[in-house]
């Protein structure tokens, strides 16, 4: 992986339009990341498997892993506590009941995947690779399992809900998100799910049914939700869909719209994505993202390596949302945003 090897990274980040301004970001966020994690490994409060998943994603997308002089630890110890929480629940990954916990699942699982893959190539054996393969090996099932017959996922992993009414009930395009993403991870740890082809072939189609005239996409429903264009932009992209016209509708959309950090429109659940379905789709429309969100993101980190609440409708939502967590939610979105110029190659190349 290129984002492995300083020197690629670097030449990367130049290349994709980063600067020495955003790697700092990234390096103060990190920091900052390390000192606010929990003695057993997790991130946060209340959604702890929610926000330990985003937390080593964050480190795992700048090679901090096992192998890390500064990180290594902070990255054993948050795979560990990922690892025990499947062990110990019959592959669930949760850290409270309640629907959230298939948001929790879908990112959890996402980050014991990607660590699986990354910590195979170290020069340092993981101790608890075995754990971890075995977490994995459970998890992953609970999705495809549990993905309902539309195609979808909702607030369980619970197939009756499809039941219970037509279209509204096939999915939730949030939801979905985050169980594509882990099963695009799970694709590439060379490990094997029976059903795996089969659940993100008809994740695609989900999200295609859902999109609106205008390029964006619907919640439940055929709709144009700026926040959540990314989600089915980007899902499309990891599977080889980039150039299918969905693709090309959902990027135009996003780029018709400003991107302003504490603006009424202020959405930082949709930048994740936004960020990451621009960059893979390339040329002119990266550019035109890369310029519009750069640099105000960089100044609007806190000399700690945090980010800041301001304010925004929509961002007030996903910060609402993660409670007490919203410090930690915020710098994990931010800095795997900062980190886009090297975590994946783009679709433009293999």
């Known amino acids: 992986s290129d984002r492995c090897n300083a020197k690629d990274r670097a030449e990367r980040l130049e290349k994709e339009g980063g600067t020495p301004a955003t790697e700092e970001a990234v390096v103060q966020a990190l920091a900052w990341l390390a000192k606010e994690q929990n003695r057993d490994g997790s991130w946060g409060s209340g959604h702890r498997v929610a926000m330990t998943g985003l937390g080593l994603l964050a480190f795992l997308g700048h090679c901090e892993t096992y192998d890390s002089p500064q990180y290594g630890e902070n990255v054993r110890k948050a795979v560990q506590y990922l690892a025990e929480k499947a062990l110990n629940d019959e592959g669930r990954l949760r850290a409270r009941q309640g629907h959230s916990w298939v948001y929790e699942h879908g990112i959890g699982t996402y980050a014991i995947c990607e660590a699986y893959s990354l910590l195979k190539y170290g020069r340092k054996k993981f101790p608890q690779m075995s754990e971890l393969k075995e977490a994995i090996g459970l998890a992953i099932p609970i999705i495809i399992k549990g993905q309902n017959p539309g195609g979808g996922w909702l607030y369980d992993y619970d197939v009756s809900l499809t039941d219970k009414g037509g279209s509204n009930q096939k999915g939730d395009t949030s939801v979905v998100g985050w ?28 999200l295609r049914s859902v999109q609106g005239t205008k390029g964006g996409f619907g919640y439940r ?31 135009d ?33 990266w550019r035109k993202w890369n310029k519009m969100f750069r640099d105000p993101v960089v100044n609007a980190q806190k000399p700690d390596g945090s980010w800041p609440f301001e304010g925004g409708t929509v961002d007030s939502q996903t910060s609402k949302a993660a409670g007490a967590d919203a410090p930690i939610y915020r710098t994990c979105l931010f800095t795997l945003m900062l980190e886009v110029y090297y975590r994946y190659l783009p679709a433009t190349e293999k």
């Open 179 to 206: 169980q594509m993403q882990a099963l695009k991870a799970a694709s590439l740890t060379g490990l094997e799910f029976d059903g795996i082809s089969k659940s993100i072939k008809n994740g695609i189609e989900f």
């Open 221 to 251: 429903t055929a709709g144009d939700k700026y926040s959540l264009t990314g989600v089915g932009a980007l899902c499309q992209q990891i599977f080889r869909s980039g150039r299918h016209r969905s693709v090309r509708d959902a990027v």
């Open 253 to 285: 959309f996003i780029l018709q719209h400003d991107f302003q950090i504490g603006s009424d429109e202020a959405c930082l659940y949709g930048w994740y994505y936004n960020a990451q379905a621009c960059f893979q789709r390339g040329g002119s429309d």
